[in-house]
């Protein structure tokens, strides 16, 4: 992907966000515009999108269940049929109005609608603002197996419009910010200090973070779009992490972890190895870890859960040639990819943090 390319998927914020928005609608004027939304932000987010548009549109509302259970083949199916049904053609748009799983599911269903309509993401949640929505990755998950289905294409633009995350529970915020922790861990010092000083940030700082994290992210996309290398430290707790969320999944008697929780819970883990593998230095993995204890708790896993998760990691996309990779960290800022870590380490690296 080159500069050209880029700009022609741009991250907007606020009013111009809205503004763009008008002037895209009137410039290429589809010949139907749709809007997905889940349950939660058909109520909470819908009106004050729509009613921030300056052009005159109109409009088909499409509505899936909320949450990571419906993030599947079937879902997807579902809106391809209304979309099919309300008559929508290759110059039609979707419009993604939503969290994690509004905008991977959204981006997915128009890369594969009639081989490919154009889409916007309007992420809602603190998580798809500073991930899912950037980046054009899209997809679905196959059984409890996190977005085994999806491809990479870019949305046309995504529009951050930071007053939806007061409609967002704690929890949901908390999840986002996992994720501009690890922007932090992979990127510089710096950042990190930024962002893990929680005590003193507020809304303010807050849109300037979200800004800081989303560049971060469009950085390493931009040099590595299809994930051949670079990218892949997008990935930092996330071996660990979706394989402790896909098991949380469809273990009842396990509390359900939202994807942020999940990664938190892998970032840990992953620096402990870092620091056995790569001499990641210990008094950072002590200041990570009670950081993000804070925030985060600690969930209780038993020897078989950790035998059924470590099983689980085979099917993670970073995979090569049957082995395991990793993405492990040398110091803050300084991550090193395809690492493979022996499964007695990973066993320690429970123990450390189920003792923390």
């Known amino acids: 992907m080159n500069d050209s390319q880029a700009s022609l998927n741009p991250v907007l914020y606020t009013e111009k966000a809205y503004y763009a928005l008008s002037e895209y609608l009137e410039e290429q004027n589809p010949s139907k515009v749709f809007i997905l939304v889940d349950s939660n932000t058909h ?5 004050s999108f729509l009613g921030k548009i300056e052009k005159e549109i109109e409009t088909e509302v ?3 269940e909320a949450g990571e259970e419906f993030k599947n083949l079937q879902t997807c199916e579902g809106v391809w049929n209304v979309l099919s049904e309300l008559g929508a053609d290759r110059k039609s ?7 994690g799983v509004v905008t991977d599911l959204g981006g997915f269903v128009a890369s ?5 309509i154009k889409f916007i993401n309007v992420p809602t949640s603190l998580l798809a603002m500073v991930d899912a929505s950037v980046g054009g990755k899209t997809g679905v998950d196959l059984g409890n197996l996190k977005n085994q289905i999806g491809v990479i294409n870019q949305p046309e633009m995504v529009m951050i419009d930071i007053e939806f995350l007061a409609t967002l529970p704690q929890e949901e915020m908390r999840s986002g910010l996992a994720e501009i922790l690890k922007h932090g861990l992979i990127a510089s010092k710096a950042y990190w200090k930024k962002v893990s000083n929680l005590s003193s940030l507020n809304l303010t700082h807050l849109e300037e973070i979200i800004k800081e994290s989303v560049e971060i992210k469009k950085d390493v996309v931009l040099k590595d779009p299809f994930e051949n290398g670079l990218r892949k430290t997008l990935n930092y707790g996330h071996t660990l992490g979706h394989a402790i969320e896909s098991y949380c999944l469809t273990h009842s008697d396990k509390k359900k972890l939202l994807h942020g929780e999940a990664i938190a819970a892998g970032m840990i883990l992953e620096t402990y190895i870092s620091s056995e593998l790569k001499n990641f230095p210990k008094q950072d993995l002590i200041e990570i870890t009670k950081i993000i204890t804070e925030i985060y708790g600690t969930e209780q896993y038993s020897k078989e859960d950790i035998n059924q998760i470590k099983d689980l990691m085979k099917f993670d996309k970073k995979n090569e040639r049957g082995q395991i990779n990793f993405v492990l960290l040398e110091e803050i800022g300084k991550p090193v990819i395809d690492i493979v870590v022996p499964g007695e380490l990973i066993d320690r690296a429970f123990q450390y943090y189920l003792n923390n």
Do not use: P
């Open 93 to 99: 748009l979707l419009i993604n109005l939503g969290g």
């Open 62 to 64: 499409i509505e899936i």
């Open 112 to 116: 594969a609608f009639k081989r490919g």
């Open 43 to 47: 109520e909470h987010c819908l009106a």
